[in-house]
């Protein structure tokens, strides 16, 4: 039986894949893919919060660890500094309805 496409995204560390989205890896990879998310600038152009919302739709057990990703992804740190603003975050979300 042959693995699923799905499963066959690249992770960042494949040099065939240069412009994969940063900062996640080989579950969280295909999750983007199918919500659009191929490349860094596409990451880059997204709303954080709205792409959020689209992941927890699409796997509804996502947490809240996927927006701090999505958020560090785009200002280039580690998510843990994300982690950091989780009052003004969480605060963001309820504003947003989330």
Known sequence: MLPS???????RSDPEAPD??????PKTLPVLADLGILTQADLDAADPFEL???????RPGTSLNMLYGLIASQERVHWREV?????QLE??????GL
């Open 52 to 58: 959020y919302l689209r992941c927890k739709r699409y």
């Open 20 to 25: 994969a989205p940063q900062g996640f890896g």
């Open 83 to 87: 982690a950091k603003r989780r009052p």
């Open 5 to 11: 496409k799905r499963f066959a995204m690249p992770v």
């Open 91 to 96: 605060a963001e979300l309820r504003r947003l």
